[in-house]
């Protein structure tokens, strides 16, 4: 599985993710294809609010819906790149 989405596109849905050790099922953002290719639809909740964000990426193989983890999110902002590109064997 190959996953490319906006670094800043993550960052903000991420903001949507709860803090709360007991809802660790709402720690990562959801990633869809959209309808239109090329892009991705980030999605994330925190049990409260919801986002869902259409930004430039892509998923592979297209029918795959993976969540990323929030630790993700240490590496993004450090990242000069704005692009995050996950790669799963």
């Known amino acids: 599985m ?40 980030a999605v994330a909740c925190d049990g409260h609010r919801m986002v869902a964000i259409k930004a430039i990426g892509s998923v592979d193989p297209p029918d795959a819906r993976p969540i990323i983890n929030l630790s993700c999110l240490a590496a993004v902002k450090k990242a000069k790149n704005p692009w995050i590109v996950v790669e799963d064997g």
């Open 2 to 41: 190959k996953i490319i989405i906006n670094g800043r596109a993550f960052q903000d849905a991420a903001i949507f993710t709860s803090t709360e050790e007991v809802r660790y099922y709402l720690q990562g953002v959801a990633v869809e294809p959209a309808d239109e290719p090329g892009y991705i639809i």
